[in-house]
T-cell receptor, first 119, second 109 residues
Framework: GAVVSQHPSWVICKSGTSVKIECRSL??????MFWYRQFPKQSLMLMAT?????????EQGVEKDKFLINHASLTLSTLTVTSAHPEDSSFYIC???????????????FGDGTRLSIL | RKEVEQDPGPFNVPEGATVAFNCTYS??????FFWYRQDCRKEPKLLMS???SGNEDGRFTAQLNRASQYISLLIRDSKLSDSATYLC??????????FGSGTKLNVKP
């Protein structure tokens, strides 16, 4: 089945470091990528939506200069947390949506998530 | 008001019990509804879609009530392996997915 690979799965960094998270669709073309964040015991919150080749659309309250999203190809999107601070520690999950199939449905698949801990 | 609201639980039930979760959504124009399962520190996985007429998949039954804007999930004959957090998900405008905060289920021996 379709697979979305997210890397790294766990990262621990010092405060002030920039961290890049990659999200790859392995066997389908992801026309749209979604980035979510989940704090402990809370829901997944959509951060931004990106379409290949265009600028990402950020949800209200999400700083675009803080969370840089690049979706340069149909199989790769990256999220860079710039100058990360302890309050950015969270579980980040990407989701990739492919082109409509014969039934018209668009599959959407999640990456395994990245646990980011900022010391 | 949140797009999707769920009772966080936890629901503690014995093996074999039947348990039901409800979820309400605020956008009456929402078109697609799903239940996802999330195990601790893992990504959410699709459990089942929710169709207008209601649908069943083995021990799991999902119902949609558009008039009252709520979705339900019924689990029969609970197994220990059903212990997880169940997320109600609604696809809203611009194909965005909105997640509920999840309902935690603990199935005890």
């Amino acid at each position: 089945g379709a697979v979305v690979s997210q890397h790294p799965s766990w990262v621990i960094c010092k405060s002030g470091t920039s961290v890049k998270i990659e999200c790859r669709s392995l066997d389908f073309q992801a026309t749209t990528m979604f980035w979510y964040r989940q704090f402990p015991k809370q829901s997944l919150m959509l951060m931004a939506t990106s379409n290949e080749g265009s600028k990402a659309t950020y949800e209200q309250g999400v700083e675009k200069d803080k969370f840089l999203i690049n979706h340069a190809s149909l199989t790769l999107s990256t999220l860079t947390v710039t100058s990360a601070h302890p309050e950015d520690s969270s579980f980040y999950i990407c989701s990739a949506r492919g082109k409509p199939g014969p039934s018209g449905m668009q599959p959407q698949h999640f990456g395994d998530g990245t646990r980011l801990s900022i010391l | 008001r949140k797009e999707v609201e769920q009772d966080p639980g936890p629901f503690n039930v014995p093996e074999g019990a039947t348990v039901a979760f409800n979820c309400t959504y605020s956008n009456s124009a929402s078109q697609s509804f799903f239940w996802y399962r999330q195990d601790c520190r893992k990504e959410p996985k699709l459990l089942m879609s929710v169709y207008s007429s209601g649908n069943e998949d083995g021990r799991f039954t999902a119902q949609l009530n558009r008039a009252s804007q709520y979705i339900s999930l019924l689990i029969r004959d609970s197994k220990l392996s059903d212990s997880a957090t169940y997320l109600c998900v609604v696809k809203g405008n611009f194909n965005k997915f909105y997640f509920g905060s999840g309902t935690k289920l603990n199935v005890k021996p």
